[in-house]
Nanobody, 116 residues
Framework: QVQLVESGGGLVQPGGSLRLSCAAS????????MNWYRQAPGKERELVAG????????NYADSVKGRFTISRDNAKNTVYLQMNSLKPEDTAVYYC?????????WGQGTQVTVSL
């Protein structure tokens, strides 16, 4: 059974940092690309960052470049999203996705709120 479990969300002040984690199980983690998406109230879900399987090449949305870093530990079946210099507009539910070809699995999401 495939499981993706996100953690690390919470309330943080503008300019602060959070690190999200997504623990995966039930599939061959290293062979899947891993992505972080987010969805703010009233907005569509958007891709924030992605990392490929073996080579760990990365890509980022323009809005988070230079502030967010995605990484993975294939030995721990975990993907991370380090978020620095957080802004109120980063407030959203953040979702982890595993993807290979047409197969895609999602986590349940973790809330990130950036506010004074």
């Amino acid at each position: 059974q495939v499981q993706l479990v996100e953690s690390g969300g919470g309330l943080v002040q503008p300019g602060g940092s959070l690190r999200l984690s997504c623990a995966a199980s039930g599939f061959t983690f290293s062979t899947y690309a891993m992505n972080w998406y987010r969805q703010a109230p009233g907005k569509e879900r958007e891709l924030v960052a992605g990392i490929s399987g073996f080579r760990s090449s990365t890509n980022y949305a323009d809005s988070v470049k230079g502030r967010f870093t995605i990484s993975r530990d294939n030995a721990k079946n975990t993907v991370y999203l380090q978020m620095n210099s957080l802004k109120p507009e980063d407030t959203a539910v953040y979702y982890c996705q595993a993807r290979r070809g047409s197969a895609a699995y999602w986590g349940q999401g973790t809330q990130v709120t950036v506010s004074l």
